[in-house]
């Protein structure tokens, strides 16, 4: 085991997903090292949620192994991943709508009761807008007050890794700075963070390190500030020939009704 390894929270060794014909993810290994900011950038349908999916046993890997500070949890649900400290803000936020903000923060906390005020308490004070509003349908808040209630909830289930799916889509831009603040502060406190994130050059800024994939495969990985230079990367992915998605063209969550919020 190298000593970076011996520091992985997360590894990720040549998993694959298959859905029917369809060969999502296709070996992809990664390496989450306790503390770090890590991201995985690529365009819509190359595999960054599948790969999610499969870490949080949503879908049984074809083939390859998931580990948690060593551990095989290859063969774990979700909740029993959320219990260990791996938790998901899924991509879509999976919000419930009727139930109001308090009610989803709660929900984030069904496995440690005893420190529900104490982390309702953090929540409300790190984003004031949903203490406001605690007692109100979260159905009533914008796309980027409903993105920091998910990002609330999952922060209630008193994560260790974090594993985030494009938080900043279809943000104004204002929000995205706001949503890439809150991501900076959690992983300056000591959580250790898995982005996902279309938003390449706001991702690369914020991580140590990065991987890229395409179709289903990691074609390039390295420290973030030197994928920021990599020509490759700036052509596909930063330089004008890029064009942010059109958030409403994504399938969103809930591809994985499997488990309910707080998931991994
Ligand atoms: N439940 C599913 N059933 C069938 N095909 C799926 C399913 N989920 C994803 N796919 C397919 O698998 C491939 C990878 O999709 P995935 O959602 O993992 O990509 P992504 O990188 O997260 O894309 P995006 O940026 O749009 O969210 C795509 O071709 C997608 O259509
Ligand atoms: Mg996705």
Redesign the pocket.
């Known amino acids: 085991m190298t000593a970076e390894r011996a520091g992985a929270v997360l590894e990720v060794r040549d998993v694959h997903v298959s859905?029917?014909q369809?060969q999502?993810?296709r070996g992809v290994s990664l390496t989450v090292p306790s503390g770090s900011l890590v991201t995985l950038i690529?365009?819509?349908?190359?595999?960054?949620?599948?790969?999610l999916?499969a870490i949080c046993g949503l879908?049984r890997a074809k083939r390859g192994q998931v580990l948690v500070d060593g551990e095989d949890v290859t063969r774990w649900r979700s909740h029993r991943l959320v219990e260990a400290g791996v938790v998901q803000v899924p991509?879509g936020r999976e919000i419930l709508a009727t139930l109001t903000i308090e009610e989803n923060l709660q929900l984030g906390a069904w496995h440690q009761g005893r420190h529900l005020a104490e982390g309702l308490a953090d929540v409300f004070g790190r984003f004031p807008v949903l203490a406001d509003r605690r007692r109100l349908p979260a159905g009533t808040l914008s796309g980027g007050e409903q993105q920091m209630l998910a990002i609330g909830r999952a922060l209630l289930a008193r994560p260790r890794i974090l594993l985030m799916?494009?938080p900043s889509m279809g943000l104004a831009p204002m929000l995205v700075d706001e949503v890439f603040g809150v991501i900076e502060r959690i992983r300056a406190e000591g959580t250790t963070v898995l982005l996902?994130e279309?938003n390449a050059h706001r991702a690369l800024q914020a991580a140590d390190h990065g991987y890229v994939?395409e179709t289903?495969e990691v074609i390039l990985e390295g420290p973030a500030s030197e994928l920021l230079a990599n020509e490759r990367v700036v052509e596909a992915y930063l330089g004008e020939a890029f064009h942010e998605?059109d958030p409403a063209?994504?399938?969103g969550g809930g591809?994985?009704p499997d488990a309910a919020p707080p998931r991994c």
């Open positions: 859905y029917g369809i999502a993810v690529g365009a819509n349908g190359a595999g960054k949620s599948s790969t999916a879908v991509e799916d494009e996902v279309q994939m289903g998605p063209v994504s399938d591809r994985f």
